[in-house]
């Protein structure tokens, strides 16, 4: 070809050339989904929920030195015993020795399951004393009776107040409020247990899976959670909400992070 000819040939290249299209940008990565907030259940924050169950509970936080755990506190419902205040008068103690038994037969507490079976309903203690309170620390000497009250502490109380909480859309301090809730009032049909003072919470805020704000519907629960434990003579101190959940959830504490600073009873706790 003449050298003529390639130059015109170049010379019409380079406009066709200038006006491609650019390449089009490789496309942005997509932004990493942000970490959900470890729920109740996550191990820690359980941990964490039993340690601030036990400071009300038990005023101290070594949650487990209390499988051998046993009085009468005088609240009407006879023995409180064990990690969780099972209850000789409503049932849930009755529930734990059965399900030992079932697992241990012949174990040390068997023996008391008529007993238990005719004061549940009642603060009565007959057919079991002197020797239940003996019988129950030596039970708690039994690695089957610690997993047996951590089961029935899971499927009475835990499992439950998390399935809600999670079903309801609120994060780690809103489960263990509901779980605290249900640790004392009990899930029943009466009108200070954990479905009535939810209930009672939804006439006042809706919880964030129905759109409402996380924070006013925990307010309103616990507003509803004080009344219901003002209810009964020996639950009327409410300072395991006032100076203890409550302080979380000014401080917007949601996920219940360490550290950890509350007072029950007028007694100071601390989780670092």
């Known amino acids: 070809m003449a050298i003529g000819a390639v130059l015109a040939a170049t ?12 390449a089009a940008p490789a496309p942005a990565p997509a932004p990493a989904p942000a970490r959900a907030a470890a729920g109740l259940d996550h191990p820690a924050k359980k941990d964490i929920a039993m340690r ?5 509970e038990n005023s101290s936080l070594d949650w487990k030195a209390q499988y051998k755990y046993i009085e009468d506190i005088g609240d009407g419902r006879g023995y409180t015993a064990g990690i969780i205040g099972f209850c000789s008068g409503t049932g849930d103690m009755l529930d734990l020795v059965e399900y030992y038994t079932q697992v241990k037969p012949g174990n040390v507490l068997a023996k008391y399951l008529p007993a238990l079976r005719k004061v549940d309903g009642s603060d009565s203690h007959a057919g079991l004393d002197p020797n239940f ?25 835990f499992d439950p107040a998390v399935k809600q909480g999670k079903s309801d859309g609120v994060g780690t301090l809103g489960q263990f409020a509901y779980y605290d809730a249900i640790v004392m009032h009990g899930d029943g049909s009466d009108p200070t247990s ?33 009344w219901a434990m003002k209810q009964e003579e020996a639950h009327s101190d409410t300072s395991r909400v006032d100076t203890a959940q409550r302080v979380f959830l000014k401080k917007g504490n949601l996920n219940l992070n360490t550290p950890l600073d509350w007072k029950v009873y007028g007694d100071s706790y601390h989780i670092g």
């Open 11 to 22: 010379l019409f290249a380079l406009p066709a050339a200038a006006q491609a299209a650019p």
């Open 194 to 226: 954990f479905r009535n003072i939810r209930k009672r919470a939804l006439s006042k805020a809706k919880p964030p899976a129905q759109g409402g704000n996380e924070t006013a519907w925990l307010n309103a629960f616990l507003d509803a959670r004080v």
């Open 133 to 157: 309170t003996r019988d129950w620390a030596k039970a708690a000497q039994d690695a089957e009776f610690k997993k047996a009250q951590d089961h029935e502490r899971d499927r009475v109380y």
């Open 52 to 56: 601030i169950v036990s400071s009300a």
